[in-house]
């Protein structure tokens, strides 16, 4: 079965860190580009990071920049989202999904995560 699997959300105060993974079984992540975003309860679905499917070219969000880091251990298959000083408003589901990185910057992709949730609240 193709599929991302993201892990590492919770419940977390302002301020707080958390390092989302998105793992792929029965496919190879290195071909691909990987897009994180996320959705808050009655807002759309917002891209917050993108990296090249090498990992040598990253793209955030304004609302995230200086803030969360993508990377990626191809060796191991997965993406990791690193995401610090967290503040109330990154309170959402976070999806990983993987494609071409022109298609996942229009939220299109081949291959979707299922999304964890992430709060920050004291």
């Known amino acids: 079965q193709l599929q991302l699997v993201e892990s590492g959300g919770g419940l977390v105060q302002p301020g707080g860190s958390l390092r989302l993974s998105c793992a792929a079984s029965?496919?190879?992540?290195?071909?691909?580009?990987i897009g994180w975003f996320r959705q808050a309860p009655g807002k759309g679905r917002e891209g917050v990071s993108y990296?090249?499917?090498?990992?040598?070219?990253?793209n955030y969000a304004d609302s995230v920049k200086g803030r969360f880091t993508s990377s990626r251990d191809n060796a191991k298959n997965t993406v990791y989202l690193q995401m610090n000083s967290l503040k109330p408003e990154d309170t959402a589901v976070y999806y990983c999904?993987?494609?071409?990185?022109?298609?996942?910057?229009?939220?299109?992709?081949?291959?979707w995560g299922q999304g964890t949730q992430v709060t920050v609240s004291s």
């Open positions: 029965g496919f190879t992540l290195r071909h691909y580009a």
């Open positions: 990296i090249s499917h090498s990992g040598d070219s990253t």
């Open positions: 999904a993987a494609g071409s990185m022109d298609r996942l910057l229009r939220s299109i992709a081949d291959y």
